[in-house]
């Protein structure tokens, strides 16, 4: 089943907090997009510690998104090149 593009957004909205091309420009932006996942997920240790708030899962919940989007990425990047 294809999902429209509206549907698509839907999706990344809930479950990054941003649009999955947000997360690919971002990525542009780093040598080593490992950096920037294991920065998301120390983001996502913050939210959850409450230490400047109230704990917000949902926040961490897409960081952690956010992370794995990148991770599972880089791993089919990686898989790719050595086919």
């Known amino acids: 089943m294809t999902r429209t593009v509206e549907e698509k957004n839907q999706w990344d909205m809930q479950a990054y907090g941003c649009r ?4 690919d420009n ?12 294991a920065s998301m997920l120390s ?6 510690s409450g230490e400047y708030g109230q704990p917000d ?6 960081f952690m998104n956010r992370a794995k ?5 880089m ?9």
């Open 20 to 23: 999955a091309a947000a997360i």
């Open 43 to 48: 983001d996502a240790q913050e939210v959850i």
């Open 75 to 83: 791993m089919k990047d990686n898989q790719d090149a050595t086919a």
């Open 69 to 73: 989007y990148i991770i599972f990425k």
């Open 57 to 62: 899962t949902e926040t961490a919940r897409q």
């Open 26 to 37: 971002a990525l542009k932006d780093y040598r080593d997009p490992l950096m920037l996942a």
